[in-house]
């Protein structure tokens, strides 16, 4: 990844160079979502169905915010 690129939420994943994308070792068909660390300290996140489509990207704040609720059991309700 160029240390001056400019990441935007929206963005195209494929954009993204050099990012090392992962995924959860309980995901299954296909159904996951990827985060890749960039340079700036930020997380990106993409859906691995659609790895050239657009890119969140979430700041360390906010990336342990969800993380820290995830943990919490916070979106517990929203699993089938």
């Not at 700036?40 to 700041?59: E, F, K, M, Q, W």
């Amino acid at each position: 990844m160029n240390a001056t690129h400019s990441f935007y939420n929206g963005m195209p994943a494929s954009d993204i160079t050099g990012a090392v994308w992962r995924k959860s070792g309980r995901s299954t068909s296909g159904n996951c979502v990827e985060l890749a660390a960039l340079p700036d300290g930020s997380v990106a996140a993409r859906n691995s169905n659609d790895p050239d489509g657009p890119a969140l990207i979430y700041t360390p704040g906010e990336i342990g915010a969800f993380v820290g609720g995830v943990k919490d059991g916070e979106f517990d309700d929203l699993l089938m």
